[in-house]
């Protein structure tokens, strides 16, 4: 018997999918913490075997945003628009790929930040980090939208949990602040092109912050449909 | 004349037999949808769905079903026609039965959306329009009955919308599911519980002969209705209490215990789908094989209105059950398996609506299809932002089982009345 009944109207769920995959996002850039600590040690054999994971880890979470663009045709009616759903897809990824990228940089250049902004720069990760843990948290709280369809009270709980992303990612632009001003003061005795990766490697580490913030924006828009 | 009582035996036998072919396709395939969403959400197992499937199916038909199997029996035709030539219409009824049969056998093994309900009246509409003529059609009523193959999906729609909207303000988005559900859930059981009780009370119970008196007077219906939705809310109230909740399994998931108790009510809400189907699908089977019945019986008095003999629901009732041994209960295990994505809650909603819908259908004597039903109202809580993903595809199916199956069923009728006229002789 073949399908001709019921069953074929129900599509699989995108939810856990996506859940998956913010999953895989935040082990990619939580690992990350670890590369910059060995990197700052300068232990180069053990920053490469987790620049690896890293990028492993990221080309599963490409493989999981692979697989649910390819279950979401456009004739699935869910609860959110599907473009949303998407870019909140492409938003986390897009942390992975920064992250993968930023260890990749400063592997290939066995960078090791100036020593006077060596301790603000693991507060950024630290920063960073936070962020898209919390950005997770709102992600996985979408089990619990859908099961009260989105109910008032439920989207408070994930309206306060985008409150805590948002003040997050602010507390990571004034560190970043700080190792600017930091950098910008040893300008003139360091390398320029030294000096210009130290700010783009700056500059990436606050891109995630920022892409877990906008996740947390995407999916509001997404349960205000 | 002479025809029908010369053939009299081969004729009722031939009915018997397309009749249980044809009961047996719904048994086989139409059941299967309708307890699917029951056993998909895991509250209960294929067994107990067709364990509920065989009282309850054939409570619905014996008890409800009576309008519907008049309709199909001589509603869709204008009987007016035939008192000359009343083999025609045995002709034509036991080639509407063949045909419907043949072609849910068919589809059903290839994988074709269909319909029982939509292939048994494109049969007889087809034998009727060719084979005797377009004035044998009574089109006033099928085109009521075609307005109705649109109209229950969207008025199941509509009411599953409410019921979620209800379910979720009541229990779902509340500081205390559990204790809310434990207070609210037999309320909505006795509602269905009363209005499956009325419609039968009213419409249904005037088919069966003997408890025809119950029905007659207002009052006393509401009285009974009022009391099978108490009883039916008593169950209700007593399984959602006995059911263990566990708060543990809330930490990672705070609807699971919630989730639970629905649970335990779908074995109430497969009851009133099962009630439902077969107050009115069971008429598909049952109604061609009344007609040849009757007529064959008074010896071609097409206005006989003689009363439905019990052992002919008992034909019906055993096809499906039949269906259900042979093919069913697989069909019913693979649509579970297919339809895991649909929560206690929400196949709660959508049998309610579907269910009540069914039942509606069923008082005004009209066969509707359970499956597009069902259908309607698990869109009714997608549209309620109840549900992750629904493949639309699906409608684009349903349209094609109504451009298929109507004329598939009318072709293949025309064929086996032309055949049996052949035959038999005109």
Known sequence: MARNDISGLFGKSPINPLQQHMKQVHLCLKEFGNFAKAAAKQDWEKAESIRQSISKKEHKADELKKKLRMNLPSTFMMPFSRRDLLDVLLIQDSIANITKDLAGLMMTRHMVLPVEVSQTFQDLIAVCVKTSAAALEAINELDELLETAFSHRERKVVDDIIGKINGFEHESDGVQHQIRDALFALESNTPPVDMMFYYRAVEWLGETADAAQKVGSRLEVMLAK | MDIITQNHEILIMLAIGFGLFMAWGVGANDVANAMGTSVGSGAITVKQAIIIAIIFEFA???????????????????????????????????????????????????????????????????????????????????????????????????????????????????????????????????????????????????????????????????????????????????????????????????????????????????????????????????????????????????????????????????????????????????????????????????????????????????????????????????????????????????????????????????????????????
């Open chain 2, 60 to 426: 619905g038909a014996v008890l409800a079903g009576g309008e519907v199997t008049a309709t199909v029996r001589k509603g869709i035709l204008d009987a007016s026609i035939f008192v000359d030539s009343p083999h025609l219409l045995v002709y034509g009824m036991l080639a509407a039965l063949l045909s419907a049969g043949f072609w849910l056998l068919i589809a059903s093994s290839v994988g074709w959306p269909v319909s029982t309900t939509h292939s048994i009246v494109g049969a007889i509409v087809g034998f009727g329009a060719v084979g005797v003529g377009i004035d044998a059609v009574a089109w006033g009523k099928v085109g009521t009955i075609v307005a109705s193959w649109v109209i229950s999906p969207l008025l199941a729609g509509t009411l599953a919308v409410f019921i979620f909207k209800s379910l979720q303000k009541r229990i779902i988005s509340t500081e205390t599911p559990l204790e809310n559900a434990k207070r609210y859930l037999p309320f909505y059981v006795f509602i269905v519980g009363f209005v499956i009780a009325l419609v039968t009370l009213l419409k249904g119970l005037k088919h069966v002969e003997s408890l025809k008196h119950l029905g007659k007077d207002l009052p006393t219906s509401m009285m009974i209705a009022v009391i099978v939705g108490i009883i039916a809310s008593i169950i209700a109230a007593v399984i959602v209490r006995r059911i263990k909740t566990n708060p543990e399994d809330d930490a990672d998931f705070q609807y699971a215990n919630m989730e639970k108790l629905f649970g335990g009510l779908m074995v109430v809400t497969a009851c009133s789908m099962a009630f439902a189907h077969g107050s009115n699908d069971v008429a598909n089977a049952i109604g061609p094989l009344a007609a040849v019945y009757s007529i064959v019986e008074s010896g071609g008095d097409i206005a006989s209105k003689s009363v439905l003999p019990s052992w002919i629901l008992l034909v019906g009732g055993g096809g499906i059950v039949f269906g259900l041994a042979t093919f069913g209960f697989k069909v019913m295990r693979t649509i579970g398996k297919g339809i895991t994505e649909l929560t206690p809650s929400r196949g709660f909603a959508a049998e309610l609506a579907a269910a009540t819908t069914v039942v509606l259908a069923s008082y005004t004597g009209l066969p509707v299809s359970t499956t597009q039903v069902l259908v309607g109202a698990v869109l009714g809580v997608g549209i309620a932002r109840g549900l992750a993903s629904l493949n639309l595809r699906v409608i684009n199916r349903i349209f094609l089982s109504w451009i298929v199956t109507l004329p598939a069923g009318a072709v293949m009728a025309i064929v086996f009345f032309y055949a049996l006229k052949g035959l038999f002789g005109a």
